[in-house]
Protein backbone atom coordinates (compact mmCIF):
# COMPACT_ATOMS: atom_id res chain seq x y z
CA UNK A 1 0.00 0.00 0.00
CA UNK A 2 1.34 3.58 -0.99
CA UNK A 3 1.82 5.90 2.10
CA UNK A 4 -0.01 8.98 2.27
CA UNK A 5 1.45 12.06 3.80
CA UNK A 6 -0.99 15.13 4.24
CA UNK A 7 -0.79 18.45 6.40
CA UNK A 8 -2.15 17.96 10.04
CA UNK A 9 -4.31 20.53 9.93
CA UNK A 10 -5.15 23.54 7.78
CA UNK A 11 -7.40 26.75 8.66
CA UNK A 12 -9.59 28.55 6.26
CA UNK A 13 -11.88 32.06 6.20
CA UNK A 14 -15.35 30.92 4.78
CA UNK A 15 -15.50 32.05 1.05
CA UNK A 16 -12.37 31.15 0.34
CA UNK A 17 -10.46 27.97 -1.73
CA UNK A 18 -9.04 25.39 0.68
CA UNK A 19 -6.38 23.09 -1.51
CA UNK A 20 -5.17 20.49 0.62
CA UNK A 21 -2.39 18.44 -0.93
CA UNK A 22 -1.50 14.65 -0.43
CA UNK A 23 2.17 13.01 -0.97
CA UNK A 24 1.96 9.30 -2.03
CA UNK A 25 5.24 8.90 -3.66
CA UNK A 26 5.44 5.09 -3.71
CA UNK A 27 1.90 5.25 -5.82
CA UNK A 28 1.82 2.30 -7.99
CA UNK A 29 0.38 1.65 -11.83
CA UNK A 30 -3.38 0.15 -10.30
CA UNK A 31 -3.70 2.91 -7.65
CA UNK A 32 -6.36 5.10 -7.41
CA UNK A 33 -6.48 8.33 -5.48
CA UNK A 34 -9.59 8.70 -2.86
CA UNK A 35 -10.65 11.74 -0.65
CA UNK A 36 -13.13 10.59 2.24
CA UNK A 37 -14.20 13.50 4.51
CA UNK A 38 -15.39 13.03 8.33
CA UNK A 39 -17.21 15.15 10.70
CA UNK A 40 -16.90 14.86 14.30
CA UNK A 41 -18.92 11.69 15.70
CA UNK A 42 -19.75 10.71 12.22
CA UNK A 43 -18.68 7.92 9.76
CA UNK A 44 -16.46 8.79 6.60
CA UNK A 45 -17.98 10.08 3.40
CA UNK A 46 -16.53 9.69 0.14
CA UNK A 47 -15.83 13.05 -1.83
CA UNK A 48 -14.10 12.37 -4.98
CA UNK A 49 -11.65 9.74 -6.61
CA UNK A 50 -9.39 9.88 -9.44
CA UNK A 51 -6.27 8.26 -11.25
CA UNK A 52 -5.07 11.20 -13.29
CA UNK A 53 -5.35 14.87 -15.01
CA UNK A 54 -8.31 16.40 -13.02
CA UNK A 55 -11.64 14.78 -11.74
CA UNK A 56 -14.68 17.63 -10.95
CA UNK A 57 -18.17 16.77 -9.16
CA UNK A 58 -20.52 19.30 -7.32
CA UNK A 59 -18.32 19.33 -4.16
CA UNK A 60 -14.83 19.06 -5.22
CA UNK A 61 -12.26 19.15 -7.82
CA UNK A 62 -9.16 16.58 -7.36
CA UNK A 63 -6.04 17.89 -9.58
CA UNK A 64 -3.42 14.66 -9.95
CA UNK A 65 -0.02 15.73 -11.83
CA UNK A 66 1.27 13.26 -14.59
CA UNK A 67 3.82 11.62 -12.61
CA UNK A 68 0.34 10.86 -9.81
CA UNK A 69 3.35 11.44 -6.47
CA UNK A 70 0.60 13.70 -5.01
CA UNK A 71 -3.02 14.66 -5.67
CA UNK A 72 -4.56 18.50 -4.37
CA UNK A 73 -8.22 18.22 -2.98
CA UNK A 74 -9.45 21.85 -3.83
CA UNK A 75 -12.80 22.97 -1.79
CA UNK A 76 -14.44 25.94 -3.60
CA UNK A 77 -15.88 28.86 -1.23
CA UNK A 78 -15.69 26.59 2.03
CA UNK A 79 -18.50 27.50 4.56
CA UNK A 80 -18.37 26.51 8.04
CA UNK A 81 -19.83 23.40 7.53
CA UNK A 82 -16.57 21.98 5.66
CA UNK A 83 -15.17 22.09 8.93
CA UNK A 84 -13.72 18.65 9.13
CA UNK A 85 -11.31 16.08 8.56
CA UNK A 86 -10.13 14.58 5.18
CA UNK A 87 -8.54 11.75 4.40
CA UNK A 88 -6.18 11.20 1.25
CA UNK A 89 -6.52 7.23 0.09
CA UNK A 90 -4.39 5.44 -2.70
CA UNK A 91 -5.37 1.75 -3.27
CA UNK A 92 -5.56 -0.85 -5.80
CA UNK A 93 -8.30 -0.37 -8.26
CA UNK A 94 -7.80 -4.03 -8.78
CA UNK A 95 -9.08 -4.83 -5.16
CA UNK A 96 -12.20 -3.58 -4.89
CA UNK A 97 -12.96 -5.89 -2.06
CA UNK A 98 -10.04 -4.30 0.30
CA UNK A 99 -10.23 -2.60 3.63
CA UNK A 100 -9.58 1.13 3.64
CA UNK A 101 -6.84 2.40 5.38
CA UNK A 102 -7.00 5.73 6.82
CA UNK A 103 -3.96 7.64 8.16
CA UNK A 104 -4.58 10.87 10.00
CA UNK A 105 -5.88 13.07 7.47
CA UNK A 106 -5.75 17.01 7.24
CA UNK A 107 -8.41 18.90 10.04
CA UNK A 108 -9.81 21.86 8.58
CA UNK A 109 -11.38 24.60 10.38
CA UNK A 110 -13.04 27.22 8.51
CA UNK A 111 -13.47 30.19 10.25
CA UNK A 112 -16.61 32.95 9.75
CA UNK B 1 -29.96 8.65 -1.37
CA UNK B 2 -29.83 5.35 0.57
CA UNK B 3 -27.97 5.09 3.61
CA UNK B 4 -25.96 2.51 5.70
CA UNK B 5 -27.45 2.62 9.43
CA UNK B 6 -26.12 1.43 12.75
CA UNK B 7 -28.44 0.89 15.94
CA UNK B 8 -27.54 1.53 18.43
CA UNK B 9 -26.53 5.35 18.40
CA UNK B 10 -24.63 4.93 22.01
CA UNK B 11 -24.47 1.82 24.18
CA UNK B 12 -22.71 2.07 27.30
CA UNK B 13 -21.62 -1.25 29.03
CA UNK B 14 -20.03 -2.52 31.91
CA UNK B 15 -16.17 -4.66 31.10
CA UNK B 16 -16.85 -8.12 30.85
CA UNK B 17 -20.34 -7.67 29.64
CA UNK B 18 -21.18 -8.80 25.78
CA UNK B 19 -22.54 -6.06 23.43
CA UNK B 20 -23.79 -6.80 19.76
CA UNK B 21 -24.01 -3.67 17.53
CA UNK B 22 -25.72 -4.04 14.92
CA UNK B 23 -25.81 -2.31 11.16
CA UNK B 24 -28.23 -2.41 8.20
CA UNK B 25 -26.27 -2.25 5.12
CA UNK B 26 -27.56 -0.78 1.45
CA UNK B 27 -29.84 -3.22 0.37
CA UNK B 28 -27.94 -3.89 -2.73
CA UNK B 29 -25.08 -4.04 -1.25
CA UNK B 30 -22.74 -7.56 -0.68
CA UNK B 31 -19.70 -6.72 0.88
CA UNK B 32 -19.77 -5.50 4.80
CA UNK B 33 -17.19 -3.80 6.82
CA UNK B 34 -16.40 -2.92 10.88
CA UNK B 35 -14.16 -0.20 11.70
CA UNK B 36 -13.54 1.32 14.72
CA UNK B 37 -12.46 4.65 15.79
CA UNK B 38 -10.88 5.20 19.50
CA UNK B 39 -11.55 9.05 20.20
CA UNK B 40 -8.82 11.64 18.76
CA UNK B 41 -7.02 8.48 16.80
CA UNK B 42 -7.43 6.89 13.06
CA UNK B 43 -10.69 4.68 11.45
CA UNK B 44 -9.02 1.47 11.89
CA UNK B 45 -10.22 -1.90 9.88
CA UNK B 46 -11.45 -4.55 12.08
CA UNK B 47 -12.99 -7.44 9.18
CA UNK B 48 -14.29 -7.59 5.63
CA UNK B 49 -17.67 -10.11 5.28
CA UNK B 50 -18.92 -11.34 1.80
CA UNK B 51 -20.59 -14.24 0.80
CA UNK B 52 -21.85 -15.18 4.45
CA UNK B 53 -18.06 -15.44 5.68
CA UNK B 54 -14.99 -13.55 6.91
CA UNK B 55 -12.86 -12.38 3.83
CA UNK B 56 -10.05 -10.48 5.83
CA UNK B 57 -9.90 -9.43 9.34
CA UNK B 58 -7.35 -7.40 11.31
CA UNK B 59 -4.95 -8.09 14.47
CA UNK B 60 -7.31 -5.85 16.55
CA UNK B 61 -10.03 -8.55 15.44
CA UNK B 62 -9.51 -11.32 17.94
CA UNK B 63 -11.32 -14.32 19.63
CA UNK B 64 -13.90 -11.88 21.52
CA UNK B 65 -15.17 -10.29 18.20
CA UNK B 66 -17.44 -12.13 15.75
CA UNK B 67 -19.84 -11.05 13.20
CA UNK B 68 -22.78 -12.20 11.80
CA UNK B 69 -25.59 -11.78 8.98
CA UNK B 70 -28.36 -13.40 10.30
CA UNK B 71 -30.81 -12.52 7.96
CA UNK B 72 -31.03 -10.62 4.51
CA UNK B 73 -30.56 -7.31 6.44
CA UNK B 74 -28.46 -7.48 9.43
CA UNK B 75 -25.10 -7.20 9.75
CA UNK B 76 -23.75 -7.66 13.73
CA UNK B 77 -20.17 -7.08 15.55
CA UNK B 78 -20.42 -8.88 18.95
CA UNK B 79 -17.90 -7.63 21.31
CA UNK B 80 -18.17 -11.66 23.84
CA UNK B 81 -16.15 -9.82 26.69
CA UNK B 82 -15.59 -5.70 26.67
CA UNK B 83 -12.21 -4.53 28.01
CA UNK B 84 -11.92 -0.56 28.72
CA UNK B 85 -9.85 0.08 25.22
CA UNK B 86 -12.79 -1.44 23.04
CA UNK B 87 -14.35 2.12 24.30
CA UNK B 88 -14.74 3.54 20.70
CA UNK B 89 -16.87 4.44 17.61
CA UNK B 90 -17.90 1.36 15.22
CA UNK B 91 -18.66 1.55 11.73
CA UNK B 92 -20.07 -0.34 9.57
CA UNK B 93 -19.20 0.17 5.59
CA UNK B 94 -20.62 -1.59 2.85
CA UNK B 95 -20.19 -1.95 -1.05
CA UNK B 96 -22.11 -3.08 -4.06
CA UNK B 97 -19.08 -5.19 -5.88
CA UNK B 98 -15.80 -5.70 -6.09
CA UNK B 99 -15.31 -3.40 -8.96
CA UNK B 100 -12.12 -1.72 -8.59
CA UNK B 101 -12.21 1.64 -6.42
CA UNK B 102 -16.21 0.74 -5.94
CA UNK B 103 -17.15 3.30 -2.88
CA UNK B 104 -17.53 2.02 0.31
CA UNK B 105 -20.69 3.71 2.00
CA UNK B 106 -20.23 4.16 6.06
CA UNK B 107 -23.00 4.10 8.91
CA UNK B 108 -23.24 6.88 10.91
CA UNK B 109 -21.44 4.69 14.05
CA UNK B 110 -22.36 3.46 17.07
CA UNK B 111 -20.33 4.84 20.18
CA UNK B 112 -19.64 2.10 22.73
CA UNK B 113 -18.60 3.33 26.17
CA UNK B 114 -17.06 0.28 28.47
CA UNK B 115 -17.22 1.51 32.16
Known amino acids: LAKTTQPISMDSYEGQEVNITCSHNNIATNDYITWYQQFPSQGPRFIIQGYKTKVTNEVASLFIPADRKSSTLSLPRVSLSDTAVYYC?????????????FGKGTRLSVIA | EPEVTQTPSHQVTQMGQEVILRCVPISNHLYFYWYRQILGQKVEFLVS????????KSEIFDDQFSVERPDGSNFTLKIRSTKLEDSAMYFC?????????????FGPGTRLTVL
Open chain 2, 49 to 56: FYNNEISE
Open chain 1, 89 to 101: LVGDINSGNTPLV
Open chain 2, 93 to 105: ASHRTPTPADTQY
